[in-house]
C-alpha cells in the first residue's frame, strides 16, 4: 500500500518495479510456508525434506521445489532492480525498457530462468535409491524417521561403496554448476552495476538539483540494503551449506538454522525499506 499509494511521481517505472519485487516476496512467503522445510547436511550431501504422507513420490517433491524456485527468482528480479538503477543513472533515455509491457518481459523470464534451473534439481538430485540408502540411518539417528515419511531434494556429492572408493555423479555435479552460476552471476550484476551507479552519482552531484541527487542516493541505499539483507541471512548459509560436504564438512541438524533464518527474512526487508525511503517512514509517522 506504501509504495502504490505514498511514491512519488518521481519514482517513474522503479515503482512498478517495487511492486512486481513485493509480490514475488508474498509469494515467496506462501511457498515457504506450504513447503514446511527442514535441512539436513552430512559429509557427502545437503538435503531440503518435509513430512510427507502421500500416495504420488513423484508428485510431492513439488513441494519443496516450488520454495525453490520462488528463492531462485527472487535472486534474479532483484538483479533486475541493479540494471534498472544502472540504467536510470547513466541511460535515463532507455527507460522505457522498464515500462509495463516490458517490466513483464523481465519477470516472465526471470521466472522462466528460475523454473529451469530448478527443473534441473528435480530430475538430478531428487530421490535415487542410493541416495535413500545413504539418507536412511541418518534419519533414523536423527529423527527417528523412516524414509517412507519424508520426502527430500538435493545434492549427494559422492557415491561410496564398501570398500572406500568413491564416484561423482555427474548430473549433479553439473546441476549444482548450473545453480552455482546463477548465484554467482547475479551477486556479480548486483556488485557491478551498484558500484558503477555509486561512484557516477557521486562525480554529477554538482549537475543534479539537489531533491534529485537525495533521490537518487536514498533508492541506491535502499536497493543496497534490500541486497545485502538476504545476501547475508539466505543466500550466504545457503550456499555454506551447498558447498560445505564437497570438502567433507557436515553440519548434521544444524543447517536447520539456516533454514530458519530464509523463513524470517520477508518482514526484515520490509521494515528496513519503510525505515530508508523517506516518504514510507513519514507516512508511517503519521499515523
Known amino acids: 500500500m506504501l509504495i502504490v499509494y505514498k511514491s512519488r511521481d518521481s519514482f517513474g517505472y522503479y515503482k512498478n518495479l517495487m511492486i512486481v519485487y513485493n509480490v514475488v516476496l508474498i509469494m515467496y512467503?506462501?511457498?515457504?510456508?506450504?513447503?514446511?522445510?527442514?535441512a539436513h547436511s552430512t559429509e557427502t550431501s545437503y538435503v531440503l525434506f518435509r513430512m510427507y504422507n502421500g500416495p504420488n513420490r513423484t508428485i510431492g517433491p513439488l513441494l519443496i521445489l516450488q520454495f525453490c524456485t520462488m528463492y531462485v527468482t527472487m535472486l534474479i528480479i532483484l538483479s533486475v532492480h541493479f540494471i534498472y538503477r544502472y540504467v536510470a543513472v547513466f541511460y535515463h533515455r532507455m527507460l522505457w525498457i522498464f515500462?509495463?509491457?516490458?517490466?513483464?518481459?523481465?519477470?516472465?523470464?526471470?521466472?522462466?530462468l528460475g523454473l529451469l534451473l530448478i527443473s534441473l534439481k528435480y530430475f538430478f538430485l531428487g530421490e535415487f535409491d542410493y541416495f535413500t540408502d545413504e539418507l536412511r540411518e541418518v534419519f533414523k539417528t536423527n529423527?527417528?524417521?523412516t524414509m517412507d515419511q519424508v520426502i527430500y531434494n538435493g545434492p549427494i556429492y559422492y557415491i561410496c561403496d564398501d570398500k572406500g572408493e568413491c564416484t561423482k555423479p555427474?548430473?549433479?555435479w553439473l546441476t549444482m554448476l548450473a545453480l552455482c552460476s546463477c548465484f554467482v552471476i547475479c551477486l556479480g550484476v548486483m556488485?557491478?552495476?551498484?558500484t558503477r551507479c555509486f561512484y557516477r552519482l557521486s562525480q554529477i552531484k554538482t549537475e543534479l538539483s539537489e531533491h534529485t541527487r537525495k533521490m537518487q542516493k536514498q533508492l541506491l541505499f535502499a536497493l543496497v540494503i534490500q541486497a545485502g539483507i538476504p545476501i547475508v541471512i539466505m543466500y550466504t548459509p545457503t550456499a555454506l551449506l551447498l558447498v560445505s560436504p564437497i570438502v567433507g564438512i557436515s553440519f548434521g541438524a544444524y543447517s536447520n538454522i539456516a533454514v530458519s533464518m530464509v523463513a524470517v527474512y520477508p518482514p526484515i526487508d520490509q521494515l528496513a525499506i519503510i525505515w530508508i525511503i523517506r516518504d514510507y517512514r513519514?507516512?508511517?509517522?503519521?499515523k
Not at 191 to 194: A, I, S, T, V
Not at 282 to 286: E, R
Request: glycine share 10%.
Open 29 to 38: 512467503s506462501i511457498a515457504t510456508s506450504n513447503a514446511n522445510l527442514a
Open 99 to 112: 515500462s509495463k509491457f516490458y517490466l513483464a518481459l523481465w519477470v516472465m523470464g526471470s521466472f522462466t
Open 143 to 145: 529423527y527417528n524417521l
Open 170 to 172: 555427474l548430473g549433479v
Open 191 to 194: 556488485g557491478y552495476f551498484g
Open 282 to 286: 513519514n507516512a508511517i509517522k503519521s
